[in-house]
């Protein structure tokens, strides 16, 4: 299987679904809500990112600064 950055839509969607499918076991119907929205989250900042590649690396360090008052 090739990487996640080379793989082709069937295979991400593949790769979704396996792990959505692993994260979901034992998990509470209010627990898969949060998951959710965690990922959710998660691709809806990588997509900003896409639209503004330097802007991650501007808020990593901002996080940093904020670690280390």
Do not use: C, H, W
Not at 16 to 27: D, N
Not at 48 to 56: D, F, H, K, T, V
């Amino acid at each position: 299987m090739s990487t996640i950055y080379n793989a082709n839509s069937g295979e991400l969607l593949t790769m979704a679904v396996a792990l959505s499918a692993a994260l979901a076991q034992g998990q509470s119907q209010a627990q898969l809500a949060k998951l959710g929205a965690f990922f959710t989250i998660v691709g809806d900042t990588l997509s900003l990112y896409a639209l503004e590649p330097g802007r991650a690396g501007r808020t990593a360090a901002a996080l940093n600064l904020a670690d280390n008052p």
